[in-house]
């Protein structure tokens, strides 16, 4: 048995209410099991139960015996003085107060729900599956997942909005510079993202919007910080943009030693640093104020024409210096516009909103869902189960449900565990 079952158990009222008593064969009315706490301190704040006729109101505290009290030293904690009621699996020892009055103690293993412990039991002893209700998530009603994801989705945007906070803190509240450091992450994708982050670091954005009006300057700035340039090859643009690079690194005091080392290793071409950087220098090179023009975009129509944007002439007909390739317009796609919608974006209006004391959940809901779901191992896995997602909003809220609760069995903070517990 385990303490956070029984705090499922309290929380939820999953046990016959109807004639509940305590040890001391007190009749028992539970008015509010009261406020969980999450933090130190006794489990649930703010109760308010009616004990033999008289109205309590005070904290409840949950142990699996009620032993456990003195295991945890609670007898000596004044945060527990106004415990109003102990409630545990198996009552094996009394609980006194200070004015050796007894603590009232409720013992839940006759007057649990026994399906509820059974549906428990089974769930939480799933073996060898890559998650616990592998083999029941299929059963689950269709609105209990649908409103499930849907929260999970938000739940995942508001951690993406502390990380955007942290963010804004370091950049001294210059929204710009957040958007370029979270456009720069994503522009490098999952293999050179952490290269293109530290990139976006190495420089204050102030020297960004210095060289806006040339693009070549910019890539040089992008290439040389990224060690794009640290080769000895005898181009003419490769060798325009050195010169340019080491005109900037003395003029701005730059520091590349911290940039994350570039990777080409099984990169498409299209997806190679140097494409994506010449496509990240042309993008601020067209819009000099990104971030208001992006705030003020209402639909995806306008956010794909937003960044239609491709490389410099250089690029058009190589793929890396010193190797011509066959020429083609390098335009950003849609599919990779949809993951910058996805993850910066979308959660960069989501943060702003909430900066603003805002709420747009409804529009980021509605637009999220206008792009096809993505595919990675774990979308792919949970629709193998059951077809799922459809949606980048789908998509999306299966990673957080792995992540943040199948992969730490946190099964009874969920609501597809909830919902096969009490079925």
């Known amino acids: 048995m385990q303490e956070d079952f029984l705090h499922y158990i309290w929380q939820h009222k999953k046990m016959s209410v109807a004639h509940l008593k305590t040890t001391q064969h007190e009749t028992l009315e539970i008015v509010s099991v009261g406020q969980h706490n999450t933090n130190s301190g006794p489990d649930f704040f703010n109760a308010q139960l009616k004990i033999a006729d008289q109205l309590w109101a005070g904290n409840v505290e ?66 060898d599956k890559w998650i616990n209700c592998e083999a029941d998530f299929a059963e689950v009603a269709p609105f209990v997942l649908e409103s499930w994801l849907e929260r ?93 690079y080491r005109y ?19 990169l498409r071409p299209q997806n190679f640093p140097t494409i994506r950087l010449s496509q990240l220098a042309t993008l601020y090179h067209l819009h000099s104020s990104l971030f208001s023009q992006i705030m003020e975009i209402s639909s995806l129509k306008n956010i794909y024409k937003l960044f239609q944007v491709s490389t410099s002439v250089f ?18 796609t849609k599919a990779f516009v949809d993951l910058l919608i996805i993850n910066t974006i979308i959660p960069i209006k989501f943060a702003y909103a909430r900066h603003q004391g805002k709420d747009v959940n409804d529009f980021l809901l509605e637009l999220i869902q206008q792009i096809p779901s993505e595919k990675n191992s ?46």
């Open 62 to 127: 949950v142990h699996v015996k009620s032993s456990d009290w003195f295991v945890h030293n609670h007898e000596t904690d004044q945060a527990y003085d106004n415990v109003i009621l102990h409630v545990v699996w198996e009552h094996d020892t009394e609980i006194f107060r200070k004015n050796n009055s007894i603590v009232p103690t409720l013992e839940l293993k006759e007057v649990v729900d026994k399906m509820v412990l059974l549906n428990y039991s089974k769930l939480l002893s799933a073996k």
């Open 152 to 244: 999970l989705y938000i739940e995942r945007l508001e951690r993406k909005s502390e990380t955007i906070e942290k963010l804004l803190q370091d950049s001294k509240n210059n929204w710009e510079a957040v958007l370029f450091k979270m456009l720069a992450k994503n522009f490098g994708l999952k293999v050179n993202g952490e290269a293109f982050f530290s990139m976006a670091n190495a420089v204050d954005f102030q020297i960004i919007r210095k060289l806006q009006n040339n693009q070549s300057t910019l890539e040089a700035l992008f290439f040389g910080l990224t060690g794009l340039l640290d080769q000895d090859i005898q181009e003419p643009y490769f060798l325009v943009l050195q010169k340019e």
């Open 248 to 266: 900037l690194k003395r003029k701005y005091n730059l520091h590349d030693t911290e940039v994350v080392p570039i990777q080409f290793f099984r």
């Open 315 to 332: 690029w058009k007909t190589h793929y890396s210096f010193g190797k011509v390739s066959k020429p083609s317009n390098k335009k950003i």
């Open 378 to 423: 774990i979308v792919s896995a949970f629709n193998k189960i059951k077809k799922v997602s459809h949606t980048a909003m789908q998509s999306q809220a299966l990673i957080q449900l792995k992540t943040t609760y199948c992969d730490k069995n946190q099964c009874l903070k969920c609501a597809v565990g909830n919902a096969l517990i009490v079925k």
